[in-house]
Structure formats: C-alpha cells, structure tokens
C-alpha cells in the first residue's frame, strides 16, 4: 500500500491532499489567518461564569467568547490556577512541577461558581475549532502532543493507546514511560509508540517538557488574551499524526515548506528524509498527481462510485444523510440480495473515504440498499468498521437497524470540508453547471455499460457539444484513444452545434439512440 502527501502551496493558504494507492483520502487546507487551531493553548481570561449551563465564557481573543464547560476543566484546575499565580507574578522559577505543592481535585460534580470568577486568568487549549457561528470549544486540562507521546502536565497517570492490542506491549511501554516521566507530568502513549524502544519515547518526552517550560517562560509578560504554544504548523501536524513506513514520497512545490518538511522528518524518521521530494514540474502539483480531478468528482451533492453505482450526500444543522444508489450497474450475480451486498460493501468502502475527505462530523445516517439476510448485514457492518479503523477521528458506528439504516458519529473538530464544484454556464448568465471534468467521468460510465459483453453494438456515435468533442479528440494520446484501448471499439465523436454545453447522446451508424 503506497501513502503519498501532496502538498501545494498558494499565497494565502497551504493544501495537502493525503493519497492511499492513489486515491484521494484527506484534503486539509491550512489558512494564514487561522488563528485558532486545535491544540494552541491561550493565556485567557474568565469574561463570566453562567451557572445555568454551569459552565464559564472566556475571552480568547475571537469575536465570540469560547465555551467553557465544567467537565473541560480537569480535576486539577485548583493547582493550575495556583501555578498561573506564582508565574505570572514571577514568584515561580522552576516550571517543572517536580516540587510544586499540588492542591486537592476539584469536585466532578461541582459548580462553576466554586471554582472560577470573573477576570481570572487561565490556561486553555483549543479543542475545537470555530464552526459556523460557534466560538471555539477550549478545555483548561492541557496537553501536548508528541510523535510517540503526548504530556498531560498536573498529572500523574500514564494510560496507554487502546488501539494497541497486546497487553505485553502495553505493560512494557507503560514501564518504560513511568521510568522516564518527570513528576507532576502524566503521559499517553500513542499508538505509533508500538515497538520503539525508551531511547525514542525519551527523546519526544523531552521535546514536550521544553515546549511546556518554554511557554511557561512567557506567562510573565503575557497580555490577556495571548497565544502562548502554538500547535505545530498543519504539515508537521499532518505528518506527526499519519506519518507511518508505508509513506513512499512526500511532494512538496514550494521551496521553504520543503526544507520545513524534511527538517521535521529528519528529527521523527531520519530514514525516510530521502522520500521528501522538490516538485518542478510545470504542471500545477494537484493536477500532475490527479487530485484536482478527484475533488472535482468527490465533493458535491452526488459522488459516484465504480459501474453507475452513487452516493447522494445530504447535509443538515442536524445531522448528514447518505444514500445509496445502485444506478445502473451491470452485475453478474445470480439475484437482487447478492447484487445489494456488493453495491452495499463499494459504497462502505466510499463512505469511509468520504468522511475523512469531507471531515464531516456529528451525525451520519447512511440508508443502505435493503438486504434480508441476516449474514449480509453483519458482513456490511464488519466491512464499515474496518474501513474506518483509519479514521483518526473518534467516532462509533451502530448495526443495521430493520430499516437498513446504519448510524453513525463522528468527532468534528474542525469545519466541514466543503468545495464548490459546479462551474459558470456559458450558456446561460448567471446560471452554474457541474464541472465538465464531472461530465467526462459520466461519459466513460455509460460506454462501459453501452460496451459490456453481451449487448449488441451496430457503431458507436457520441453526438456532443463541438467544445467537449475537441476535449475528448485533442491531443496525444487523446481520451477517445484511451478508451479504444481500454474497449477495443473506436467511438465516433460527432459534435453537434444545437447541444448545450453537457449535453450529449450515444447513437448507432444508423442514428438510433443507443441507452446505456
């Protein structure tokens, strides 16, 4: 399985398009004027504690105060807001926590009003990012994350990443980490922690611990409200939370992001600095590795799959709903149930794929194509499940309920991806068409089903606006040679003046209408 990052970047912003084999998995985009990312941490101030929501609105510096909930506090604000104190009266030298008297946990079933007051200062970390007309959500129990391991300062407890299913390997990191620790720090281990030795987790444990101490150091002259630890940029945060062995290149077009890349990789794995690659081609980057076409085909109301087969994707303030269509595809199985599960476990596998592309979160209905069999619905339920083991967001996915529904939830931390793909009609002012680059995918759809075997074909005439003919006949080698090679059936392009701009029609010699 090859992993590529494709990264470009433009004057205001930078994107990164993750690809599996191939195929387009992630799309991020990091803006310059993103000032609220998730996991910077802010020197705030308390603005009011609301106890009917029992919870306290802080001024972050965003145009909206950030939510503060009781829960997010951690049960050791009391000693946090002792720490802040001392530091920023500039009583507290030593930010190592190694001989800083703890003060006892705050109540989990507490109020607000107990333990916070107007105009007081207070650490938190960004947990989510501003949606819509929400502020951001923050939390006042920090961490700092790491390649292998992320720092839990006022804290004791070192837990380990369930994903790692040995339990002698979690007993062998858990012992390693508690060796290494500093006091007053808790630790958790990440999944990539699997196999490395304390060498490797010592070395991210002390970044993390000159991280913290460094944005200690600032809490003496900061001004209220004021970023004091910034999250990595989005490249490095990408690659620290997905970079794995399977990565075969990293391509980057710009020549100050290359050298940041290839600094990082160089302190996280040394060995894999040589995949990170200059690109200077003249050829824009998204469209020498595909990907400019596969937003335009991914993103959008409808998103279709292999054979006629689609997705039509909904959104609401609610939630999403997916639904899945089996179109027109041509299949050999012997009946409608096994033609089901086959549309159903594509559309698992796109479904998975769509929801880390998008980012979408909250909640997911997905209104599968009906299937009887009990045996079926497992085998969709199991194969959803490990299409998304990927996922890096939180989420949890319910059985098949009797209506063929399936239900899922998914973390959102960040906007949903969303990207235009409907194009200016040339034909009509003011009016928008699906992107023509759509219109070729749908073209190739119905010669695949006009060509199957079995079906008779007396000549193929693709009747098609005089601008779309000169797309698919131009060029070496053009797409109607493509297709002759992937066919073996020469297709006739005949353009037509009187057609709008994506209209077209598949006739015989004898100018029949050929349905697909």
Same mark, same amino acid.
């Given at each position: ?270 060995? &894999?600095?040589?995949?990170? #690659? ?7 980057? $998204?469209?020498?590795?595909? %990907?400019? =076409? @596969? ?93 998304? &083991?990927?996922?890096?967001? #939180? ?7 009797? $209506?063929?529904?399936?239900? %899922?939830? =998914? @973390? ?105």
């Amino acid at each position: 399985m090859n992993r590529e990052l494709i990264v470009r970047s433009t004057p205001d912003a930078v994107d990164f398009a993750l690809l599996k084999d191939g195929k387009l998995v992630e799309l991020h985009k990091e803006e310059d004027n993103n000032n609220f990312s998730v996991g910077d941490i802010f020197l705030a101030k308390i603005r009011k504690p609301v106890t009917g929501l029992n919870a306290a609105f802080v001024n972050v510096g965003y145009e909206k105060d950030a939510f503060l909930h009781y829960h997010d506090l951690g049960p050791q604000l009391s000693s946090m807001l002792k720490f802040i104190k001392q530091a920023r009266t500039g009583k507290l030298k030593d930010y190592s926590l190694r001989n800083f008297p703890f003060e006892k946990d705050i109540d989990k079933n507490g109020s607000i009003n107990d333990v916070l007051k107007a105009n007081q200062s207070l650490l938190v970390q960004i947990v989510k990012e501003p949606i819509s007309t929400k502020g951001p959500r923050i939390s006042s129990e920090l961490s700092i994350a790491g390649r292998f391991l992320v720092m839990v300062p006022f804290s004791d407890r070192v837990s380990v990443s369930q994903k790692i299913a040995s339990k002698e390997e979690k007993d062998r990191l858990i012992r390693l980490v508690k060796s290494i620790k500093p006091k007053g720090f808790g630790v958790i281990i990440r999944t990539v922690a699997e196999g490395k030795k304390v060498a490797e987790l010592d070395k991210d444990l002390q970044n993390l611990f000159s991280k913290w101490t460094n944005m200690c150091k600032k809490l003496h002259k900061a001004p209220h409200p004021s970023k004091v630890l910034v999250e990595l940029n989005r490249a490095s945060s990408i690659l620290r939370d997905v970079f794995n062995d399977s990565f075969t290149g990293i391509h980057v077009d710009e020549e100050t992001l290359y050298n940041q890349i290839k600094d990082y990789l160089h302190e996280i794995a040394p060995q &894999k600095e040589s995949i990170v #690659k200059l690109y200077t081609g003249s050829a824009p980057i $998204f469209e020498k590795f595909g %990907i400019e =076409r @596969q937003i335009k085909t991914s993103f959008g109301r409808t998103a279709s799959m292999s054979r006629g087969a689609y997705l039509v994707i909904e959104h609401t303030e609610a939630l999403h709903v997916i639904d899945v269509n089996s179109g027109n595809r041509s299949n050999k199985a012997k009946n409608q149930e096994d033609t089901a599960l086959e549309v159903n476990l594509l559309a698992a596998t796109e479904i998975a794929r769509q929801l880390r592309l998008r980012d979408m979160g909250g909640i997911i209905v997905v209104d599968f194509i009906d299937m009887t069999k009990g045996d079926h619905r497992r085998k969709l339920f199991d194969h959803l499940r490990d299409e998304m &083991k990927d996922d890096r967001a #939180k989420h949890k996915i319910l059985p098949p309920s009797k $209506f063929g529904l399936v239900q %899922i939830t =998914r @973390q959102r931390v960040r906007p949903e991806m969303n990207i235009k793909t409907s194009e200016e009609n040339p034909n009509v002012s003011g009016a928008e068409v699906e992107a023509p680059i759509v219109l070729i995918d749908k073209i190739q759809a119905d010669l695949e089903r006009i060509l199957k075997p079995g079906r008779t074909n007396n000549g193929i005439v693709l009747n098609i606006h005089p601008f779309i003919a000169a797309y698919l006949t131009k060029g070496f080698p053009s797409i109607r040679s493509k297709w002759f090679k992937t066919y073996k059936k020469w297709v006739k392009v005949q353009p037509r003046d009187a057609y709008k701009y994506l209209e077209y029609r598949f006739k015989d010699k004898d100018g029949k209408t050929i349905r697909p």
